[in-house]
C-alpha cells in the first residue's frame, strides 16, 4: 500500500526510516514522489563552444593506442588523441591505468572531463564507449539532507518503484493524457527517476506540472465556489440609465480599459454572489474614477458604500475628490479616528438611516459603532493594507457588501491567476490619452551637487520635490540616520526660501500626517523621507522623485515611488541615484529608465527576483510546487486554471465518473470542508 511507512520496502529499516522523515518522506508514497531537485545531462557541443576550464562533453574516435606512464607511488597518466570535427584533441586521465586495455583505436568514445581551450586537451573525469544518442545520460540529482545519501536514496526510490510502482493510479482522465500527450502517472513518475531520454524526461516533467497546476487550481475553484454559495444573494438592481448621464458628465471619456473593468464590475454587482474583486491599474490610469461610479450603481440601487483607505490625508483626498463627484445626487460623508463627539454622533446617526450614502474613511469604518442601514459595495484602496481581519470584520457585523480592492501595484499576470486565484482581476492597463510620461535618469552619486540644482531650479518655478532615502528593515535606525544627514545637509544648502521637510518611520502617525499636509500646502518644498511616502498620497504639484540608493529597491517599488510624481499637468521627473555593482543591479536601473508601464517593470522584476522575493516570502502564500515552475510553466498554468474554471463551473467532479479519482484526492486533503474566512 502506498500510504504504509517505508519500512515496509525491502532494505529500508527504522534508523533509515527515521532519516528520511528530514526529507518529509514517511510513506511508500512520499518516497516514490521525491522527484530529483535537478538534473545532470551530459551535453555534446561543438568544439567552437567549449569554454576553458569547464566541464564539457565531447565525442570523436581514438587515434592512436593510449600510452600509459607512471609517475610518484601509484600514480598513473594515461593519455591519447581522439578526433572531434577533424581536429585531434588530446585527452588525459589520471590514475586510470586500467583503461589502457579497454580504450582501442578505432574506438568511439564519449568524454567528459574539464577543458583546456589552448591545448585543445581534456582531462578525463568519466568516459564511455560509444556515442551519446546510443549512451545518453541523464543524471538526476536529489537533494538530501542529514545522515541520508543520493546514494542510498536512490536505492530506496529503486526498491520501492520495484515493489509498488503498480499502485501508482492515474488521477487524471484517460481523454485529458491524449488530448495534452502526456505520460499516465505510474510511468511519468518513474521517469522523472530514470529517465531513459530526454524527450521522456521532458513529458514526465510536462505531466507532473500540469497535475501540480490542476490540484492547485482546483483547490482554489472549489474554495471560491464555496465561499460564493455561502454569502446571502445580494443583487444590487442599479439603474444603468443614471449611469449613463453620470458618466458622460465627467470632463472626459472613460478609456476602453476602464469601460471593461466597470463592467466587470457591474456585472458582479448585478449577480447574486458576492463580488471579490481586484482592480489594478497604474497610478492615474483612472481606477477611482472607475470606483466612483461602481458606488454610485450602489446608490441607484438604494445601498450604501463605503470607501476605504489607509490613512487620514488619503481619506480626505478621496472624500474631496468624491464630493466632487457626486455634487448633489449624493451625500459623502467623511469618517476617521480624528471626527470625534458631536459630529461623529450626527454622522453615525445619518448612516444609520441612509442619510449618508457613501461613507469615506479609514478603518474607523469598520468600527463597532458604525452601522450601516445597507451597505452593497465596499471599495478598498491599496489593496496590502487590507487584509482578512477587516473583510471578517465586516461579516462579522452581518453585512455582506460587494467588496472592490484597488491596487496601484502590478501584480504580474502570472501571480494574480495564482495568489489571488480566489479573487477576480480587472486590469487597467491603459493610461488616459495626453498625459505626460514622466522622464527618468539614472545617475552615480558623485553628481548629486548637479541633482541639488535642478530641484532649486524647479522649486523657484513653483514646483516641489521628494527625496526618498531607502530604509531596510534589520536596519532602520542607521537609515533614518541616512535621511536625517541628508535632511541637516539640505537644510544647510538651501536658503531659507526653501523649505526642506523630514519624514520617517520612527515619527508618529499624527506627526507624519502633520508634514504631510504642509507639502501638500507648499509649505515645505522638499520631503526628505523614508519609504513612507510611498502609500498613495496625491500632491500635483511635486514634479521631482530623487530616489537614493535606488538599487536597494525593487522595481515595482521604485516604480511605485515614481507614481507619486507625473499628477499634475507639469512635466515630472524621477532621479536615481545609484551605483549597482551587479549586473543584475544595473539592469534594474535600465529598465526603469526605459519604461513607465507598470505591468511590464512587474513582470521583470518578477523575472529578475524570483515569485517570492516578489510578494516578500512571508505574505506570499504561493504553494511550493515541486515540479511546476510558475514562470517558466505559465502556459500550462493557463491551461489548468481554464481545465480547472470547467471543472468546477460544470460540477464534473461530482457528475462526471472520470473526475472520481481527481475529487478523492481533493476530498483527502479537505478541501470541501476547510473553514471559510
Ligand atoms: P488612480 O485612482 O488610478 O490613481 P484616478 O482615477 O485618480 O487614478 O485618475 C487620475 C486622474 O486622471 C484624475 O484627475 C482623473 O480625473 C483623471 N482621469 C481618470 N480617467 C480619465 C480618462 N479616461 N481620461 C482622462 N482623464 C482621466
Ligand atoms: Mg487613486
Known amino acids: 500500500m502506498l500510504d504504509n511507512s517505508v519500512v515496509t520496502i525491502k532494505g529500508i529499516g527504522d534508523k533509515f526510516a527515521e532519516d528520511l522523515q528530514s526529507l518529509n518522506i514517511y510513506t511508500v508514497e512520499d518516497l516514490l514522489f521525491y522527484f530529483p531537485s535537478r538534473y545532470d545531462v551530459l551535453e555534446i557541443q561543438p568544439l567552437s563552444e567549449l569554454i576553458h576550464e569547464d566541464k564539457v562533453s565531447i565525442e570523436g574516435r581514438v587515434l592512436n593506442a593510449p600510452s600509459l606512464s607512471f609517475y610518484g607511488r601509484k600514480k598513473s597518466r594515461l593519455t591519447f588523441n581522439i578526433e572531434v570535427e577533424n581536429i585531434a584533441v588530446k585527452a588525459v586521465m589520471f590514475n586510470r591505468a586500467f583503461a589502457k586495455n579497454q580504450i582501442k583505436m578505432g574506438d568511439v568514445v564519449t568524454l567528459t572531463g574539464k577543458w583546456d581551450a589552448h591545448r585543445l586537451q581534456i582531462t578525463v573525469s568519466n568516459y564511455q564507449k560509444g556515442s551519446i544518442e546510443k549512451t545518453s545520460e541523464i543524471q538526476p540529482i536529489y537533494s538530501i539532507r542529514g545522515d541520508v545519501t543520493s546514494f542510498r536514496l536512490k536505492k530506496a526510490i529503486q526498491q520501492a518503484i520495484r515493489e509498488q510502482a503498480n499502485q501508482v493510479e492515474e488521477i487524471l482522465p484517460p481523454d485529458m493524457l491524449s488530448a495534452y500527450k502526456i505520460p499516465n502517472r505510474m510511468g511519468a513518475m518513474k521517469t522523472m527517476h530514470f529517465p531513459e531520454s530526454r524527450v521522456a524526461l521532458k513529458h514526465a516533467r510536462r505531466r507532473f506540472t500540469y497535475e501540480e497546476f490542476l490540484l492547485f487550481q482546483l483547490k482554489i475553484q472549489i474554495l471560491r465556489k464555496r465561499r460564493r454559495e455561502a454569502t446571502v444573494g445580494n443583487s444590487q438592481h442599479y439603474d444603468a440609465m443614471k449611469l449613463e448621464t453620470f458618466i458622460s458628465k465627467f470632463p472626459f471619456s472613460l478609456t476602453n480599459a476602464q469601460k471593461k473593468s466597470l463592467n466587470q464590475i457591474l456585472s458582479d454587482m448585478k449577480s447574486p454572489y458576492r463580488m471579490n474583486r481586484l482592480l489594478q491599474g497604474d497610478v492615474g490610469s483612472g481606477k477611482t474614477a472607475v470606483a466612483g461610479v461602481a458606488l454610485y450603481a450602489a446608490i441607484t440601487a438604494k445601498k450604501q458604500g463605503a470607501l476605504m483607505v489607509p490613512t487620514e490625508i488619503l481619506a480626505e483626498q478621496h472624500f474631496q475628490s468624491l464630493t466632487e463627484m457626486f455634487g448633489d445626487l449624493a451625500r459623502v460623508e467623511l469618517l476617521t479616528g480624528s471626527i470625534k463627539g458631536k459630529r461623529r454622533k450626527e454622522i453615525l446617526a445619518d448612516v444609520e438611516n441612509h442619510q449618508v450614502h457613501i461613507l469615506v474613511g479609514t478603518h474607523a469604518l469598520i468600527q463597532d459603532d458604525v452601522h450601516f442601514e445597507t451597505l452593497g459595495l465596499v471599495v478598498v484602496d491599496e489593496q496590502h493594507r487590507f487584509g482578512v481581519e477587516q473583510r471578517r470584520a465586516l461579516s462579522n457585523k452581518g453585512l455582506h457588501p460587494d467588496v472592490l480592492f484597488m491596487t496601484a501595484t502590478p501584480i504580474p499576470r502570472t501571480l494574480a491567476i495564482t495568489a489571488f486565484g480566489d479573487m477576480d482581476v480587472s486590469v487597467i492597463d ?48 542607521l537609515d533614518i540616520q541616512d535621511a536625517v544627514d541628508l535632511y541637516n545637509q539640505l537644510e544647510a544648502y538651501y536658503p531659507p ?38 502609500v498613495g498620497v496625491n500632491v500635483p504639484n511635486a514634479t521631482i522623485m530623487v530616489i537614493y540608493d535606488a538599487e536597494r529597491f525593487g522595481l ?84 489548468a486554471r481554464n481545465d480547472a474554471q470547467e471543472i468546477i463551473e460544470f460540477n464534473l467532479l461530482e457528475e462526471d465518473p472520470k473526475y472520481e479519482p481527481l475529487r478523492t484526492l481533493l476530498e483527502n486533503e479537505g478541501v470541501f470542508d476547510t473553514v471559510l474566512d
Open 556 to 639: 515595482s517599488q521604485l516604480h511605485q515611488l515614481r507614481g507619486r510624481v507625473g499628477r499634475g499637468d507639469k512635466q515630472s521627473y524621477c532621479i536615481l541615484i545609484a551605483d549597482p555593482k551587479s549586473e543584475n543591479g544595473k539592469e534594474r536601473m535600465r529598465i526603469m529608465t526605459e519604461t513607465n508601464n507598470g505591468f511590464k517593470l512587474s513582470e521583470e522584476d518578477l523575472k529578475l527576483r524570483g515569485p517570492g522575493d516578489f510578494f516578500g516570502t512571508k505574505q506570499s502564500g504561493l504553494p511550493d510546487f515541486k515540479v511546476a515552475d510558475m514562470i517558466h510553466d505559465y502556459r500550462a498554468l493557463e491551461t
Open 497 to 534: 526660501s526653501i523649505q526642506v521637510g523630514l519624514m520617517h518611520g520612527r515619527l508618529h502617525s499624527t506627526e507624519k500626517e502633520e508634514i504631510m499636509k504642509e507639502f501638500a500646502a507648499n509649505k515645505v518644498q522638499i520631503l526628505v523621507s523614508t519609504t513612507v511616502v510611498e
Open 430 to 477: 491603459e493610461m488616459p490619452a495626453g498625459r505626460k510620461e514622466i522622464e527618468t535618469y539614472w545617475t552615480k552619486a558623485n553628481t548629486f551637487d548637479r541633482v541639488l540644482n535642478f530641484i532649486a531650479k524647479h522649486v523657484e518655478a513653483g514646483e516641489q520635490a521628494y527625496i526618498i532615502c531607502p530604509l531596510i528593515e534589520e536596519s532602520d535606525k
